[in-house]
């Protein structure tokens, strides 16, 4: 096989198995069981990436500033600028989140 195909078919079982997570999440509807499965899913550090990620969105939807961020929670600039680019995209799946907790 070619490595480009390599590199396609691997991104498809990639796809395939984000989206099966994301649907076993979606049917379990138990946060309790959802928050246990994330300990068995990933390491510490994993889910402080995860959370921090989550949180330096809400930061910026918030108003925080960038310096502020990377100031309270470690984080490189870089990093929270990537999030600030997605959250102010069209049709941001983070800014539809935020809405989803809002509600």
């Known amino acids: ?3 480009e ?3 396609e078919s691997e991104d498809s079982v990639t796809e395939a198995a984000i989206m099966e997570l994301c649907s076993l999440i979606k049917k379990a509807d138990d946060v309790e069981l959802t928050y246990d499965f994330f300990n068995c899913l ?3 550090a994993e889910l402080k990436e995860f959370s921090q990620r989550w949180l330096l969105v809400k930061e910026i ?4 500033t960038q ?4 100031k309270k929670y470690g984080m490189s600039l870089c990093k929270i600028t990537r999030g600030s680019k997605e959250l102010n995209k069209p049709e941001s799946a983070f800014r539809k989140m935020l809405d989803v907790l809002k509600s």
């Not at 939807?61 to 925080?64: D, I, K, S, V």
């Not at 310096?67 to 990377?70: G, L, M, N, S």
């Open 61 to 64: 939807a918030a108003g925080t």
């Open 67 to 70: 310096r502020e961020i990377a």
């Open 5 to 7: 195909n390599l590199h």
């Open 42 to 44: 990933f390491t510490k």
């Open 1 to 3: 096989m070619e490595k």
